[in-house]
Each structure stands twice: as structure tokens, then as C-alpha cells.
């Protein structure tokens, strides 16, 4: 899976099309990706259920989405793709170079 944490991405199907965030959390074993403001569902929670919401009420959290509908971008807003480059030293490194600025 190309996709880590903290990746800018943008969403290329599905309800929330054309929107982009910054991916949360990788569920490698789901082959899913939570992204920020994207795929925001709403989850009604009893009162004492939560530490974190005591009073309890109806709180929004994001929900997964599947890595094949999400593309990662760079800073532009332009897709990015990976690729393996080879340095000097021979050490194998994954990269991103951007599709129209690269070589």
C-alpha cells in the first residue's frame, strides 16, 4: 500500500469526490484509510458511555474509505506517484516526484 499517515490525499470516488485531507490512520488489513473531513458520519452516544463525552449526544467522527478511491497529491493539488530511485551510495529509496516536474 502507497499510502502512509499524514499524506496529503484526494478522493476520486465515491460521495465525497474531489475532496482532499490528510490521512488519519491506515487499516492495512481492511485496505482502508481514514482522511480528515472526509466520509464524516454522526454516531448518537448514551450519557456516561464515553470519557471523553460524559454527557453523551451526538457526536461526528470520520468513517474509512477505501484506498482504491483515494489518489495521494502534492502541495498543488496534482497527483504524485512513487517511484524508486537509486542513490549514490546503491541504497534503494522510495520517493515522490511530482509527474510534471520529473524527468
Given at each position: 500500500?502507497?499510502?502512509?499517515?499524514?499524506?496529503?490525499?484526494?478522493?476520486?470516488?465515491?460521495?465525497?469526490?474531489?475532496?482532499?485531507?490528510?490521512?488519519?490512520?491506515?487499516?492495512?488489513?481492511?485496505?482502508?484509510?481514514?482522511?480528515?473531513?472526509?466520509?464524516?458520519?454522526?454516531?448518537?452516544?448514551k450519557k456516561g458511555?464515553?470519557?471523553?463525552?460524559?454527557?453523551?449526544?451526538?457526536?461526528?467522527?470520520?468513517?474509512?474509505?477505501a484506498v482504491s478511491?483515494?489518489?495521494?497529491?502534492?502541495?498543488?493539488?496534482?497527483?504524485?506517484?512513487?517511484?524508486?530511485?537509486v542513490r549514490d551510495?546503491?541504497?534503494?529509496?522510495?520517493?515522490?516526484?511530482?509527474?510534471?516536474?520529473?524527468?
Open positions: 500500500m502507497q499510502i502512509r499517515k499524514n499524506d496529503l490525499v484526494k478522493v476520486i470516488a465515491g460521495k465525497d469526490k474531489g475532496k482532499t485531507g490528510k490521512v488519519l490512520e491506515v487499516l492495512r488489513e481492511k485496505g482502508r484509510v481514514r482522511v480528515e473531513k472526509v466520509q464524516v458520519v454522526k454516531r448518537h452516544l458511555r464515553s470519557q471523553a463525552h460524559p454527557d453523551g449526544g451526538i457526536i461526528e467522527k470520520n468513517a474509512s474509505i478511491n483515494v489518489m495521494v497529491v502534492g502541495a498543488d493539488g496534482e497527483g504524485v506517484r512513487r517511484e524508486k530511485i551510495l546503491g541504497a534503494k529509496e522510495k520517493a515522490r516526484r511530482e509527474k510534471r516536474k520529473s524527468a
